[in-house]
């Protein structure tokens, strides 16, 4: 009796330790569901009915932006792009496409998660808007104009909810003038996907519609081989890389309409053979938005084209391989290679890093249906979703899912209630509704409600952050646009993962992957601790001023404007009385905040001498092939109230950049005034700027003078200001 308790005690203990090696899964469903319910949030225009966010029904969504035209053209509609109202044609028509690509090769995830209905209609939201933002459309390449960009840096200085807003909206297009064949080149995907999609619904007239305005923008592509841009001095969202770029935009679209159209088949193998002979193309190791040869790749492996060995042999054994190699340990040069962190997330870009590691898991999603190695494509899909939903860490960047989610998005509307009571009055870069007051809860929707540091109040479910630094840190600040903003063009390629991971977790796909097996909700152990965020609100001024001495913690602001500012009244510059540890420095993280930021990496020596006569510093950005690098030079003293010269110099694989936007941007030594002046590099990438007399510091105070460049931007980033320099200082005698 007793050696069979025994044998019974053992055998639960093996089956205990059996169940403990396997890991509960995701629930990929629900994760995929949730990703249309953010981009339910994110709709502009009339709001139809069926949105899950509507105001009538107990939501926080209400229509808005009911006027936006183009010379009388109805633009209403659409899908906003980020944690702004700006609406623009290059993400969503890539990301539009993409979502169409996980549906059509994971449709049984979608029919299980009963999301397919929801994601039809989101599609067509999208489409029709896009049909609308084809301006003028024409048989003739010449005469066709595209919606490149609707509204700029308007958008970016208003606080409040979308139905208030009062700012301009100014619009962008690409015609004959301007080109645009990378732009361009995503409308044409964007139809030709959506053709594919309506006509398996059977919705053929619709197809139709859409793959006509497909063949017009190809051949506008075509006939324009070139990357957009705004006009000079003009604020731009999303600007292209690589000037050959364009070339993978045209095999992407050409893929797509290759799957609606045989006859473009032929074509679609020639400009894939095209992209993939452009080194820079062939070499770069992102997928999103500017950067789309993977997507048709895959497209072509699907498909069995000619060209496909070769995409395989791109796709598979050279980028899926970097990838997967977690043998390449963190910290590396940023968008140069891909590194692991401690915990285990596979790091590429320093802007929305998440964005590019989802999109990659799509990739590989997708080679676990078709290419050689399908399992280990499959298992590292999943180990990078672990990371992402926090199952794998105790650390979630997937709002609405997981432990220790984000709770400051980068998100204008979310920072504010829910519900309101008109009237609603123009207040302080947003509004101020009937018993608002103040900040936070009840507070105001304007700007010093979205820079107080309080949780948002509205949770935007389904929304995936831009995501940690090479050291898994996560500063949770809402201002920090690089980590913590949103965006349509974030969550495509997560969501497609998502449905991948779904339907091989159907199939039993995941079951031999480490720990796998277990199927179900979305809990999940959490071996390592949590990564719990610090609070990003620096620590009280005992006393104040330059003797208070406090020491703010890395990852902490320690600068800025408005929010989180110890003072009762803060300029744009360093908190006066606080420092950072040790091996940190209070770093510009953007024009509004400072962060405290680990100790800075070694940069080569400036080809170039100082360009003002005084002291130059290049960026924080390591000099690297594929990275810009950011110059700023002012003179080291200057005669007080007096006007100095400022120059910059930008630089792209040493070479120079023409034609890019610096802002300097000048903080006096007490953090109470600031300046901000724009220029355009030369010929020689060489910006040049006056300071202004009224700009010009006291005898015996100082200033700071610093650069960024919505232009020079590190590949696959979204171009706000993408770089920023170290600073220089300046002596006023």
Known sequence: MGAMRACVIVALLFIGVAAARRQKEDDYGKILSMSYKFYEGQMSGELPPWNQHLYSKGGWRKSAHLKDNYNGVDLVGGFYDAGDYLKISHPLGWGVSNLILSMVEFKQAYDDANVWATAVRNMKWATDWLIKAHVKASDNPRDNVFIGQLSGKNDHHYFGRPEHAYNERPIYVADSSTGGADLVGEFAAAYAAGAVLFKAEGQAAYANVLYKHAKQAFAFAEA???????????????????????????????????????DMCPTANKW??????????????????????????ALMI??????????????????LTKWENSGNKCPQPSYSTVCYTPKGLAYYSDWGTLRNTGNMMFMAALMGKYGNNKQAHICWARSQMRYITGTATGKSYLIGYGPDQPKRPHHRQSACSARYTEPCNPFNGGTCCAGESGVGV???????????????????????????DQSDNYPDIREDYQRSEVAFD???????????????????????CPGGGSSGGGGGSAPNPPSNPPPNTPPPNNGGGNGGGKTIPDWQKCGGIEGNCPASSCGDGKWNGFSCKSGSVCKRQSEYFWMCTPGTRTLAAPAATPLAGGATAAADQPAVPGVDLLEVSAPAAAPAGSPVQLAASLTRMGAPVSGAVVEFVVADSTGNGSATVQAVTDREGIARAVLPVEAAGAAGSSSTVSAVTPDGKAMGAKGTVALSSAEVGITWQ
């Open 490 to 512: 974030y969550n495509a390629g997560f969501t497609g993962a998502a449905a991948g991971l779904a339907q091989f977790a159907r199939s039993g796909g995941l079951g031999s």
């Open 272 to 297: 894939f053979n095209n992209a993939l002979a452009v080194n820079n193309l062939r070499y770069g190791l992102g997928y999103d938005w500017d950067s789309t040869l993977p997507g048709a790749a």
């Open 442 to 468: 009840g507070g105001c929707c304007d700007e010093s409600n979205f820079r107080n540091p309080h949780p948002a109040q509205i949770v935007l479910a389904g929304a995936l952050v831009g995501g940690p």
């Open 224 to 262: 324009h081989p070139n990357t957009w841009k705004v006009p000079p001095g003009v604020f731009q969202a999303y600007a292209s890389y690589w000037p050959e770029g364009y070339i993978a935009h045209l095999a992407w679209a050409s893929a797509w309409m290759c799957k609606y159209d045989a």
């Open 302 to 319: 699907s498909m069995s084209q000619p060209s496909a060995s070769a995409a395989k042999q791109y796709l598979e054994d050279y980028v």
